[in-house]
């Protein structure tokens, strides 16, 4: 399966900039605030090419663009969607 429909199986989808900055993106709700969930590679702002690469996950509230927390690094894309359950 592609990665971009794993990533929609867990309600994410493909954001990108002006500048060409890449990311998938899904809002949420973080303590009763309207937040974004982001990911990307780890190594730069463009999207993971597969399960195993290793991510970076920000969230931020969706008003301010502030931290909710500070930003995770996992092992792998998998290891990150291991924590998550897919959307029904």
Same mark, same amino acid.
Request: aromatic content about 0%; glycine content about 0%.
């Given at each position: 399966m592609e990665l971009y429909k794993i990533m929609e199986e867990y309600g994410f989808k493909k954001s990108s900039s002006c500048s060409g900055f890449e990311w998938y993106t899904k809002s949420t709700k973080y303590n009763s605030v309207?937040? $974004?969930?982001?990911?990307?590679?780890?190594?730069?702002?463009? $999207?993971?090419?597969s399960l195993d690469e290793p991510v970076l996950v920000d969230i931020t509230d969706r008003n301010s663009g502030n931290d909710l927390e500070p930003s995770r690094r996992y092992e792998s894309l998998k290891s990150y969607l291991d924590t998550l359950d897919p959307v029904s």
């Open positions: 309207d937040a $974004l969930i982001t990911i990307t590679s780890n190594d730069e702002p463009r $999207l993971p090419e």
